[in-house]
């Protein structure tokens, strides 16, 4: 697959001040997190983990391999609630600036992003390796990737430069904020700052060009 080029460079914007912290507790049990009130819980995380271990196990030619892959992705659990978390707390920042995205939207991205990758199934499997996102959630996950972008668009934050990153991140926190973040302490705690766990790996904030 090409290296992908986005309009928006976010990696470095993670170097930035910290913006989003929240930590975890004990008070919602049977939660891996809450978020504006509403849980993420265990069970949905580990079905969302089992989603992306089916796909691997698929893609891979034996028993080897896909154990050399779960190895590979080891925090596979950890980063997966990250994501989960960054993309409830990235849908209020846009929807509190009024930004939308469409099913056109999305598939105007799939379809450049095939063309890079050279095929559907390229991209799929690009995107499971690198992201840890199964095939199924592909156009879940690009569908943050055109928030992401259409919300910097509309904050008017160039992500090429230090201000306009702040001003993105500053949404992020204010959202943040409002959805009261709250991580089981088992998967760690909520820092924006070292995007929670510094080797996620969510496609809308790294810079992979």
Same mark, same amino acid.
């Given at each position: ?53 089916? +796909? #691997?196990?698929?893609? $891979?030619?034996?028993?080897? !391999? &896909?154990?050399?892959?779960? @190895? %590979?992705?080891?925090?596979?659990? *950890? ?40 095929? +559907? #199934?390229?991209?799929? $499997?690009?995107?499971?390796? !690198? &992201?840890?996102?199964?095939? @199924? %959630?592909?156009?879940?996950?690009? *569908? ?66």
């Amino acid at each position: 697959m090409h290296r992908r080029r986005t309009a928006i460079a976010l990696s470095a914007a993670l170097l930035a001040a910290p913006v989003l912290t929240a930590c975890g507790s004990d008070s919602h049990p049977g939660a891996a997190a809450v978020v504006g009130g509403q849980r993420i819980t265990v069970a949905q995380l580990e079905n969302r983990v089992e989603e992306v271990r089916t +796909a #691997q196990r698929t893609a $891979t030619g034996d028993q080897t !391999q &896909y154990a050399q892959e779960v @190895a %590979r992705t080891s925090s596979l659990t *950890r980063d997966t609630l990250h994501t989960l978390v960054l993309d409830r707390v990235l849908n209020r920042a846009a929807k509190d600036a009024g930004v939308t995205v469409t099913d056109r939207d999305v598939q105007t991205m799939r379809t450049s992003l095939e063309q890079q990758a050279g095929g +559907a #199934q390229e991209l799929r $499997t690009a995107w499971l390796r !690198q &992201y840890g996102v199964a095939p @199924a %959630r592909l156009d879940e996950s690009l *569908r943050t990737e055109v928030r992401a972008q259409k919300l910097a668009a509309a904050l008017g934050a160039d992500m090429n430069t230090s201000t306009g990153k702040a001003v993105f991140w500053k949404s992020l926190s204010d959202a943040s904020k409002s959805l009261d973040v709250d991580i089981n302490p088992r998967y760690g705690s909520w820092d924006v700052q070292k995007s929670s766990r510094v080797d996620a790996k969510t496609p809308w904030v790294r810079d992979v060009s």
